[in-house]
């Protein structure tokens, strides 16, 4: 058995991190929309955004991710509720 010095420890946890980051940041770029373009048709989320800034609406930013518990359950709630607000206040959806 190879007996390893805490400062070779030390290293080796620090690449297994820095390997996770670069997996992590590269799943993350690869995932997004570069191009951040809207559909034919549609604003973009920085179009919709500033038009409602311009009109002097409310805006409500809302960030959430697919993949967390708690998102969904405040997805759920905000398709509940905003119908009754969509023709005075501006809804941002943000998937993050």
């Known amino acids: 058995m190879i007996k390893l010095s805490t400062k070779s420890k030390r290293l080796s946890k620090?690449?297994?991190?820095?390997?996770f980051v670069l997996l992590l940041t590269a799943g993350i770029f690869l995932k997004t929309d570069r191009k951040g373009e809207?559909?034919?048709g549609e604003l973009s989320l920085e179009e919709e955004f500033?038009?409602?800034?311009?009109a002097g609406r409310p805006i409500f930013v809302?960030?959430?991710?697919?993949?967390?518990n708690p998102c969904q359950v405040m997805m759920e709630n905000?398709?509940?509720?905003?119908p009754e607000f969509e023709e005075e206040?501006?809804?941002?959806d943000?998937?993050?």
């Open 94 to 96: 943000v998937n993050v």
């Open 38 to 40: 809207a559909p034919a």
């Open 14 to 19: 620090y690449l297994v991190l820095l390997g």
């Open 50 to 54: 500033d038009q409602a800034m311009q």
């Open 62 to 68: 809302f960030l959430h991710s697919l993949d967390c």
């Open 89 to 92: 206040d501006v809804l941002i």
């Open 78 to 82: 905000v398709a509940e509720v905003y």
